[in-house]
């Protein structure tokens, strides 16, 4: 139970929230949650004029910017999921700055002696204290330790954790709302608010952008092209972070890159390669990608800030790019929703019939060109807009790499008209798709698959024998109407009997054919293998022949 002022101090921030919301136009939407019911407001109070802007894309944004650093956050990502918003408020959320006006250097200076546990002049020999960036999470300042290494002291707002707690409790509620709508059935709201709170908090501990950055350090040891800023851990804390200062023209200034001489064609390449390296192969990717954190240095390195906020992919995720990538060079409808599929995007309001054709007709719009004429930004917006007609549920890592992906495209194509997005990541693709057709299973991956297996062996009898007691005892919530007597509950075991022979059978086969690849080097290993094959296989004719006979 949270404390009484904890609990008066959320609940005059809710209405503070509503009431800023409801100024911009989104009281209607307030009341259809019953909003005004939990804050004791009356239903008046939510029907508040919308300012003079014009469109309720415009005030969504300027709701957002109004209501500080958390639904500040919350539009950057929502502009990520083009699956939950129309275009108009993709396009107005993507233009949130994360800026804010800086807080005095007597608030501020505190905070640092503090985390730092000793004065600044003991820390550093030099530092300035007016900021080189102020964003509504921290600020940022330059100083120079006593062995003259330039860095970057990022330090965060007073108070800020209380205050994002209090705004993630509110979201969590509104979502809690949301989610007993029949907008709740299409989207989850409950999940994305989940989703965003963790990113956030995540992104508050800045010893864990920490390691972040030493993650991306050791999986970018040996590319030259690329630069990690080094970190300096006796200094760092939960918030405050000392970090190597770097110092170049921002990826995307093609002017300024051009009139220091580099080469745009050669960082549009290394640029691609290090993100698609992020994604395919490494599984771990700068979730943040916008231009200014992609400086280009002096010698013509990437430099890569701001570890905040990263993206994960296991290795089902990343087989399912590959997938994916291979299906839209094919323009292959089917294989297209195959990947789909496997990622479990599909929701019963999904007809998939009609998702099939709609498909079909957009990747028709694709054939006839070269794969440069192909841009993946376009196709990337068709695939959204099926996603969110034919209500689709991707998993919010793929569009935080959709995203990557269509930024990395349009910088591509400012540094070199002839950039061809497929055609640099098709490398990586060969590589991944080895794995994806021809598996190789580690002798770990065998032993835990056939742990897997004889655990569900040993437990399924009791399993099963549970659920038919549950079943006796009409416990058990099925959609048919189960007589309690003796014959239907025979006729019953019979069927599951049959059942759990039919998953023996088959576990004996899956078992074997994973044991296959690791008992080439075993002496008779294959032969017993074989032997196991053909007994597996006597045992399934028997099972159907039994079948057959029984003909229940």
């Known amino acids: 139970m949270r404390p009484f002022t904890r609990r008066v101090r959320s609940l005059q921030r809710y209405r503070q929230v509503a009431s800023v919301l409801a100024r911009h136009g989104f009281g209607g939407a307030l009341e259809y949650l019953s909003v005004h019911r939990r804050l004791s407001l009356g239903k008046e109070e939510l029907r508040i004029p919308a300012e003079p802007l014009e469109s309720p894309a415009q005030h969504l944004r300027a709701a957002?910017?109004?209501?500080?650093?958390?639904?500040?956050?919350?539009?950057?990502?929502?502009?990520?999921?083009?699956?939950?918003?129309?275009?108009?408020?993709?396009?107005?959320?993507?233009?949130?700055?994360?800026?804010?006006?800086?807080?005095?250097?007597?608030?501020?200076?505190?905070?640092?002696?503090?985390?730092?546990?000793?004065?600044?002049?003991?820390?550093?020999?030099?530092?300035?204290?007016?900021?080189?960036?102020?964003?509504?999470?921290?600020?940022?300042?330059?100083a120079t330790l006593h062995d003259g290494t330039p860095v970057a002291v990022k330090i965060q707002r007073p108070n800020l954790r209380e205050v994002v707690e209090l705004d993630l409790e509110i979201l969590h509620d509104l979502a809690h709302l949301a989610q007993r709508t029949q907008l709740g059935e299409l989207y989850d709201p409950e999940t994305v608010a989940e989703d965003f709170a963790f990113t956030l908090l995540s992104e508050l501990d800045y010893r864990r952008e920490m390691r972040n950055a030493e993650q991306f350090r050791r999986n970018f040891a040996d590319v030259p092209e690329v630069h990690i800023p080094q970190f300096y851990p006796e200094y760092c804390t939960e918030r405050l972070l000392v970090m190597e200062r770097l110092e170049g023209v921002k990826v995307d200034?093609?002017?300024?890159?051009?009139?220091?001489?580099?080469?745009?064609?050669?960082?549009?390449?290394?640029?691609?390669?290090?993100?698609?390296?992020e994604v395919l192969e490494d599984g771990f990717f700068h979730a943040d990608p916008h231009p200014g954190n992609y400086l280009i240095l002096r010698d013509g390195r990437i430099g890569v800030l701001d570890f905040g906020m990263v993206g994960v992919l296991n290795e089902d995720d990343r087989l399912n790019l590959t997938r994916l990538y291979v299906a839209i060079v094919r323009l292959d409808t089917h294989g297209i929703l195959n990947v789909f599929a496997r990622m479990g995007a599909f929701t019963r309001f999904t007809d998939r019939q009609k998702l099939a054709r709609a498909a079909e007709r957009v990747l028709n719009k694709?054939?006839?060109?070269?794969?440069?004429?192909?841009?993946f930004t376009e196709f990337w917006a068709d695939l959204t807009e099926l996603c969110r007609h034919y209500h689709l549920r991707l998993p919010s890592n793929l569009w935080l790499v959709g995203k990557?992906?269509?930024?990395?495209?349009?910088?591509?194509?400012?540094?070199?008209?002839?950039?061809?997005?497929?055609?640099?990541?098709?490398?990586?693709?060969?590589?991944?798709?080895?794995?994806?057709?021809?598996?190789?299973?580690s002798m770990q991956e065998v032993v835990e698959q056939v742990d897997t297996w004889r655990y569900l062996m040993r437990e399924m009898p009791a399993m099963l024998m549970q659920w038919l007691q549950s079943v006796e005892r009409g416990k058990v919530p099925v959609e048919a109407q189960i007589g309690a007597t003796q014959e239907t509950l025979d006729r019953l075991d019979a069927m599951i009997t049959r059942l759990s022979l039919s998953m023996l059978v088959a576990a004996f086969i899956v078992g074997l054919a994973l044991l296959l690849p690791a008992t080439r080097d075993i002496p008779?290993?294959?032969?017993?293998?074989?032997?196991?094959?053909?007994?597996?296989?006597?045992?399934?004719?028997?099972?159907?022949?039994?079948?057959?006979?029984?003909?229940?």
């Open 64 to 142: 957002m910017e109004e209501l500080g650093p958390t639904f500040i956050k919350l539009g950057q990502i929502l502009s990520t999921r083009s699956d939950l918003l129309p275009d108009p408020f993709i396009e107005e959320l993507r233009k949130l700055q994360d800026n804010a006006c800086a807080e005095p250097w007597e608030t501020m200076r505190p905070l640092i002696e503090a985390e730092l546990g000793r004065p600044l002049e003991e820390a550093f020999r030099e530092f300035n204290p007016d900021p080189i960036g102020a964003a509504s999470l921290s600020q940022v300042y330059a």
């Open 253 to 277: 200034d093609v002017d300024a890159l051009c009139a220091a001489g580099h080469d745009t064609r050669a960082i549009a390449l290394n640029a691609s390669r290090l993100i698609i390296q």
């Open 366 to 375: 694709y054939r006839g060109r070269t794969l440069k004429e192909s841009q």
């Open 404 to 441: 990557t992906l269509v930024m990395l495209e349009g910088i591509g194509r400012q540094l070199d008209p002839d950039y061809d997005l497929f055609a640099v990541s098709r490398p990586f693709v060969r590589q991944l798709s080895k794995t994806a057709w021809l598996p190789a299973p």
């Open 524 to 552: 008779y290993g294959a032969t017993l293998t074989i032997i196991g094959f053909v007994g597996a296989t006597v045992l399934g004719v028997w099972l159907l022949i039994s079948i057959l006979k029984k003909r229940h």
